[in-house]
């Protein structure tokens, strides 16, 4: 006689055999939710929610200032949509309130000034006038099914605060509920189908969730376990935090000005789910720049991506302005016309500490120490424009560094680590295809790593291409609404000249410069230059190597080619931060070598690469620290008004 299992023992199992199931079925039962959410959506006859007007009268005349959908009847909303308006104004919300059960209701209305509440045409609550705040109550008999509800809002001068109840049959007092209002009516038997939808809706959307972070959680748990040994997800969380440590508490100097509006663009997406700026009347009188006019809404004409990359980090903000400083984040920008720059600061320390953190697992892969990649990963977080430039503000380098980082760490565990790489190369395709909307000049590394992936993964490059697409779709089908085109109008600038006197003096000053030159602001890189010609020597270049160089090359042309190659208002070589990543790549050789070096080589060696990243430090110390190093650009003369003082190699001992 076979021995019965506990109830709970067959749970645990069915959960787990759905965990362990294969990428095939898994997408197949994830499916079958997804369409049963969708049709409950669809098939669903109930539209939560209330009518919501706001008048600059005490009349409520028409036409509203504003008029919108909101859950409840709150009067809290109005602060965000008009948060200059706090006095001489009404308000009214209108819709239909769902009785459950029949009997005599008492609704209740607390306000300073006047407010009153009308049932089906009925006035219930008469609490009018001019007055300080003061509770009025009326009751009506109501049968079960839909009723129309009208409450209005009248504010004087002083103190505005207006509070709608209702005392159910045998119940306590409270405010009327999100469900228990709607904008449309209906009869019960639909009331119920609606409920029954939103159940179905619901369940799939949590059986979705559960099932879906368990399959991934088992399958990132797996993964973690045979890619990093036990202590090594804990120094990388270790890098994260001390390099953040390092760019938010340590470096004072934070900049907003390309980037000022990365996070307003952040806060409307979650806020409103869409990226214009037209929330924002109060700033955009005292700020205009950067802003263009598509539509009849205003938008930040710098490319999306790096908002979105900073939603979460928004989120975070927005509950801690709500819940601990009890301020409205919208009204608060609005108020002071400025999102602190600590805000930027926070949100793209966090993004390049992140890139370090990678850096240190990329190093890993070759290196059986943890010097190397300890010293390459303070070589690429505190000696390079990562530190003065990507981590000071929401540039686009920052979010351009980290997914380029991303993506050559996944290429290349893709090509030393076999079980990893459909999962690696799909990532990778992700992290690429998401760069180009964050810096367009990111598209040489889409192409040239794409290229590789088409040579050395042949099998594997319909599904990196169709990743890829899929993580373009969003921003294709968000041009195409905004600007009726696949690409938004920064995309299609002409900016760029090739053979002008310009882009000669460009190709020696982004090299050179005193003002710009990579290898002036970060000497440790001239040593790629050895890496490559090792490689070269050794006859290990591969494929990815010359990719990589090419890469390099390129965007050395490009950025020569710009009409301000200098970067304008910035410090050092702007536009070689995203670059960073494949200059510490090509060092890795370099560290490779120098134990099989003499001592007398082994000797120069050290101390030549001890200088370069002092110095390096030191450069970029600066640009994390002053604001006189990053005012050079602006003072005495701006540097685009007199192009010749980025030669000016005094700025160095002034």
């Given at each position: 006689?076979?021995e019965t299992?506990?109830f709970y023992?067959v749970i645990?199992?069915?959960v787990r055999?759905?965990?362990?199931?294969k990428f095939?079925?898994?997408l197949?039962?994830?499916?079958?939710?997804?369409?049963?959410v969708?049709?409950?959506?669809?098939l669903?006859?109930?539209?939560r929610g209330?009518?919501a007007?706001f008048?600059?009268?005490?009349?409520w005349?028409?036409p509203?200032l504003?008029?919108?959908?909101?859950p409840s009847?709150?009067?809290?909303?109005?602060?965000?949509f008009?948060?200059?308006?706090?006095?001489?104004?009404?308000a009214?919300?209108?819709g239909?309130l769902?009785i459950?059960?029949s009997g005599?209701?008492?609704?209740?209305?607390?306000?300073?000034?006047?407010?009153?509440?009308?049932?089906?045409?009925?006035?219930?609550v008469?609490?009018?006038?001019?007055h300080?705040?003061?509770?009025r109550?009326?009751?009506i008999?109501?049968?079960?099914?839909?009723?129309r509800?009208l409450a209005?809002?009248?504010?004087?001068?002083a103190?505005s605060?207006?509070?709608c109840y209702?005392t159910?049959?045998?119940?306590?007092r409270?405010?009327?509920p999100?469900?228990?209002?709607?904008l449309?009516?209906?009869?019960p038997?639909?009331?119920?189908?609606?409920?029954?939808?939103?159940f179905?809706?619901?369940?799939?959307?949590?059986?979705?969730c559960l099932t879906?972070?368990?399959?991934?959680?088992?399958?990132?748990w797996?993964?973690?376990?045979?890619l990093?040994p036990?202590k090594?997800?804990?120094i990388?969380?270790?890098?994260?935090?001390?390099?953040f440590?390092?760019y938010f508490?340590?470096s004072s100097?934070?900049?907003?000005?390309?980037?000022?509006w990365?996070?307003y663009v952040a806060?409307?997406?979650?806020?409103?789910?869409?990226?214009?700026l037209?929330e924002?009347?109060?700033?955009?009188?005292?700020?205009?720049?950067?802003?263009?006019w598509?539509?009849?809404?205003?938008?930040?004409?710098?490319?999306?991506?790096?908002?979105?990359?900073?939603v979460?980090?928004m989120?975070?903000?927005?509950r801690?302005?709500?819940?601990?400083?009890?301020?409205d984040?919208?009204?608060?920008?609005n108020?002071?016309?400025?999102i602190?720059?600590?805000?930027?600061?926070f949100?793209?320390s966090?993004?390049v500490?992140?890139?370090?953190?990678?850096?240190y697992?990329?190093?890993?892969?070759f290196f059986?120490?943890?010097?190397?990649?300890?010293?390459?990963?303070?070589?690429f977080?505190f000696c390079?424009?990562?530190?003065?430039?990507a981590?000071?503000?929401?540039?686009?380098?920052g979010?351009?560094l980290f997914?380029?980082?991303?993506?050559?760490?996944?290429?290349l565990?893709?090509?030393?680590?076999p079980?990893?790489?459909?999962?690696?190369?799909?990532?990778?395709?992700?992290?690429?295809?998401?760069?180009?909307?964050?810096?367009?000049?990111?598209?040489l590394?889409?192409?040239l790593?794409?290229?590789?992936v088409l040579?050395?993964?042949?099998?594997?490059f319909?599904?990196?291409?169709?990743?890829?697409?899929?993580a373009?779709l969003?921003?294709?089908?968000?041009?195409?609404?905004?600007?009726?085109?696949?690409?938004?109008?920064y995309?299609?600038?002409?900016q760029v000249a090739?053979?002008?006197?310009?882009?000669?003096?460009?190709l020696?000053?982004n090299l050179?410069?005193?003002?710009?030159?990579?290898?002036v602001?970060?000497?440790?890189?001239s040593?790629?230059?050895?890496?490559?010609?090792?490689?070269?020597k050794?006859?290990?270049?591969?494929?990815l190597?010359i990719?990589?160089?090419?890469i390099?090359?390129g965007h050395?042309?490009?950025?020569?080619a710009?009409?301000?190659?200098?970067?304008?208002h910035?410090?050092?070589?702007?536009y070689?931060?995203?670059?960073?990543?494949?200059?510490?790549?090509?060092?890795?050789p370099?560290f490779?070598?120098l134990?099989q070096?003499?001592r007398?080589?082994?000797?120069?060696?050290v101390c030549?690469?001890?200088l370069?990243?002092?110095?390096?430090?030191f450069t970029?110390?600066?640009?994390?620290?002053?604001?006189?190093?990053?005012?050079?650009?602006?003072?005495p003369?701006?540097?685009?008004?007199?192009?010749s003082?980025?030669?000016?190699?005094s700025?160095?001992w002034?």
């Amino acid at each position: 006689m076979s021995e019965t299992k506990p109830f709970y023992k067959v749970i645990w199992m069915d959960v787990r055999a759905i965990c362990l199931w294969k990428f095939d079925r898994m997408l197949a039962f994830l499916s079958g939710l997804l369409i049963l959410v969708w049709g409950a959506a669809v098939l669903n006859p109930l539209e939560r929610g209330i009518q919501a007007a706001f008048y600059g009268n005490t009349e409520w005349k028409a036409p509203a200032l504003v008029s919108l959908q909101l859950p409840s009847i709150d009067l809290a909303s109005m602060a965000t949509f008009l948060p200059d308006v706090r006095k001489d104004f009404t308000a009214q919300w209108e819709g239909f309130l769902w009785i459950a059960q029949s009997g005599e209701y008492t609704f209740t209305t607390a306000s300073d000034d006047g407010s009153d509440v009308y049932i089906d045409g009925r006035e219930v609550v008469d609490n009018g006038g001019f007055h300080g705040l003061q509770e009025r109550s009326g009751s009506i008999a109501l049968e079960k099914g839909f009723h129309r509800i009208l409450a209005r809002y009248l504010q004087g001068k002083a103190l505005s605060v207006f509070k709608c109840y209702w005392t159910p049959p045998g119940r306590p007092r409270s405010l009327i509920p999100a469900s228990a209002l709607f904008l449309t009516p209906g009869t019960p038997k639909r009331y119920l189908t609606g409920r029954l939808c939103e159940f179905l809706g619901a369940l799939g959307t949590l059986a979705g969730c559960l099932t879906l972070a368990g399959w991934l959680g088992i399958r990132i748990w797996r993964w973690g376990r045979s890619l990093l040994p036990l202590k090594q997800p804990v120094i990388v969380a270790l890098i994260v935090l001390a390099t953040f440590f390092g760019y938010f508490i340590w470096s004072s100097y934070a900049v907003s000005i390309d980037s000022i509006w990365s996070t307003y663009v952040a806060l409307s997406l979650l806020r409103e789910g869409n990226a214009n700026l037209d929330e924002y009347e109060q700033v955009l009188k005292k700020y205009v720049h950067h802003v263009e006019w598509q539509h009849e809404h205003y938008y930040n004409i710098y490319p999306l991506g790096t908002p979105v990359m900073a939603v979460p980090f928004m989120w975070i903000v927005d509950r801690f302005m709500q819940q601990a400083l009890s301020q409205d984040t919208v009204q608060f920008y609005n108020r002071y016309g400025w999102i602190p720059r600590g805000i930027e600061k926070f949100i793209a320390s966090w993004i390049v500490a992140g890139a370090s953190g990678a850096i240190y697992l990329l190093a890993c892969l070759f290196f059986s120490s943890r010097f190397a990649p300890f010293l390459l990963t303070f070589i690429f977080a505190f000696c390079s424009s990562a530190w003065s430039t990507a981590s000071r503000g929401l540039w686009q380098h920052g979010p351009a560094l980290f997914l380029l980082t991303i993506a050559l760490y996944l290429l290349l565990l893709s090509d030393r680590r076999p079980h990893h790489r459909f999962w690696a190369l799909r990532l990778t395709a992700v992290c690429l295809s998401f760069s180009f909307w964050v810096r367009p000049t990111n598209i040489l590394s889409i192409l040239l790593l794409s290229a590789y992936v088409l040579y050395r993964h042949r099998a594997h490059f319909p599904g990196y291409i169709l990743c890829g697409a899929a993580a373009s779709l969003p921003f294709f089908l968000f041009n195409l609404s905004v600007y009726h085109h696949i690409l938004p109008t920064y995309f299609r600038l002409s900016q760029v000249a090739f053979g002008t006197s310009a882009f000669w003096d460009g190709l020696l000053g982004n090299l050179i410069s005193p003002s710009r030159g990579v290898f002036v602001y970060s000497p440790i890189f001239s040593f790629a230059f050895l890496g490559i010609g090792l490689l070269v020597k050794d006859k290990r270049m591969s494929a990815l190597d010359i990719c990589l160089t090419l890469i390099l090359a390129g965007h050395w042309m490009l950025s020569s080619a710009h009409h301000a190659w200098w970067g304008g208002h910035s410090y050092g070589p702007r536009y070689f931060t995203e670059m960073t990543v494949y200059l510490c790549y090509f060092l890795i050789p370099v560290f490779s070598h120098l134990p099989q070096w003499n001592r007398v080589g082994k000797t120069i060696a050290v101390c030549l690469l001890s200088l370069a990243i002092g110095w390096s430090f030191f450069t970029h110390y600066q640009g994390a620290m002053s604001v006189a190093a990053n005012s050079w650009s602006a003072y005495p003369i701006d540097v685009g008004k007199d192009p010749s003082r980025v030669w000016d190699w005094s700025i160095w001992w002034r």
